[in-house]
């Protein structure tokens, strides 16, 4: 199966992933949507993949390039198959998988119960195996492809109260160096990365404990990501559309030396 050589486009072209597909989980909002957009500004086929289906009047991506819109349950094997099935009877192939279904619970390891416990789990890692799981043979078959993962900076500077979702996120950081080597043995041209977000401006952060406090004393949403990122060395959390940028370097010919990495986005907050 042979894809579009995108390295003979102009540098500056607009469209550098034209002819080429893109699925996307955790698509509905924030940084999976942010991506979406850009992918499809790019050129690129983009599958927006989420439990939440936009309807015609809410879907603010509708006049944005190539974006088909497709439900789906990131946790149940059998809804990968279909999606993924149902994307190759429609495009012939999958270039690019990006996982950005999240979910975060906020809770000490004491009041965590075992089932809150499961569920980021069951979303944030196991969602991403069977992501990979169900489109690593397909690139195989391919001997081409990008597998790309949203991690997070705090697999490796846990916060109290996270738990689950400091555990998800470190072990997705494993599961993507096991998996870059997996497929650079079946083909160099398979590349398997992930991306470390720091602070993000996203609605994820609205579960914190503090964040209707903080909401309170600064008057505005954005005055209340500010003091959240009061830690950070840059003074402020990243807009999503910022983490899209990066995705699209490395889901591009020019990071085709680029495997198994696990690459921080986060104002600094990790050096």
Not at 19 to 38: E, F, M, P, R, S
Not at 84 to 89: A, G, K, L, N, Y
Not at 225 to 233: E, I, R, S, V, Y
Request: with cysteine; charged share 15%; net charge neutral.
């Amino acid at each position: 199966m042979t894809t579009p050589n995108t390295t003979n486009l102009p540098p500056n072209s607009p469209t550098p992933f034209a002819g080429k597909t893109i699925c996307i989980t955790g698509a509905a909002g924030g940084i999976g949507q942010a991506i979406a957009v850009a992918f499809a500004q790019a050129g690129a086929s983009v599958w927006a993949c989420d439990l939440a289906v936009p309807t015609p009047e809410s879907n603010t991506t509708a006049a944005i390039g190539a974006i088909t819109h497709r439900a789906l349950d990131v946790t149940s094997a059998s809804q990968w198959q279909s999606c993924i099935s149902e994307v190759i009877q429609t495009e012939s192939k999958v270039d690019v998988l990006i996982q950005c279904a999240s979910i975060v619970h906020f809770a000490t390891l004491e009041s965590t119960s075992y089932e809150q416990w499961k569920k980021v789990l069951d979303v944030n890692l196991d969602g991403v195996f069977l992501g990979i799981q169900t489109v690593l043979p397909i690139m195989k078959k391919q001997k081409q492809g990008v597998l790309l993962q949203i991690g997070s900076y705090l697999a490796s500077r846990p916060m109290p109260g996270l738990a689950s979702y400091c555990v998800s996120k470190a072990a997705v950081e494993t599961l993507t160096r096991v998996a870059a080597l997996e497929a650079a043995a079946a083909s160099p041209a398979i590349r398997v990365n992930a991306i470390l977000p720091g602070g993000v401006k996203t609605s994820i952060w609205k579960s914190h404990p503090a964040w209707k406090h903080l909401l309170t004393i600064g008057k505005s949403e954005n005055a209340a990501f500010q003091a959240l990122a009061a830690t950070t060395p840059q003074k402020r959390f990243s807009e999503p559309h910022e983490i899209a940028q990066l995705s699209l370097y490395l889901a591009s010919d020019a990071a085709a030396f680029v495997t198994g990495a696990c690459w921080s986005i986060d104002g600094g907050i990790t050096a």
